[in-house]
């Protein structure tokens, strides 16, 4: 971690000085119910987890471990309308040279 966050709107704040926090523009849901949150990763990190902030400011979180190859994450929720946030947090702690790649992912309606 670089010690601070990135986000894709200005101005740039700065979180814990131990986390990497790299938010994805927020989406607007304009009905509420079940939705799915998918993603894919791999890496070495040990200290890394993706994080759904639904529009009434609940928090939903998907702890990402460790795995050479790609790894499938699914996780179902229910969620309001309103502005939803997905966010990538990478921690401090373990190893140095810790990689997280995040691939795929995808916030929609569940069937």
Avoid: C
Wanted: aromatic fraction near 8%; proline fraction near 8%.
């Amino acid at each position: 971690p670089l010690n601070r966050m990135t986000e894709w709107k200005a101005p740039f704040r700065e979180t814990a000085r131990d986390t990497l926090a790299v938010a994805a523009p927020p989406v607007r849901l304009l009905a509420g119910g079940r939705y799915l949150l998918a993603l894919k990763a791999r890496g070495t990190a040990t200290h890394a987890r993706v994080q759904l902030v639904a529009a009434t400011g609940g928090l939903h979180t998907i702890e990402l471990v460790p795995s050479a190859e790609w790894r499938d994450y699914h996780l179902p929720i229910e969620l309001p309308p309103g502005f939803t946030e997905i966010k990538i947090h990478f921690r401090a702690g373990g190893a140095d040279d810790q990689i997280l790649w995040v691939d795929d992912v995808f916030l929609a309606p569940a069937n």
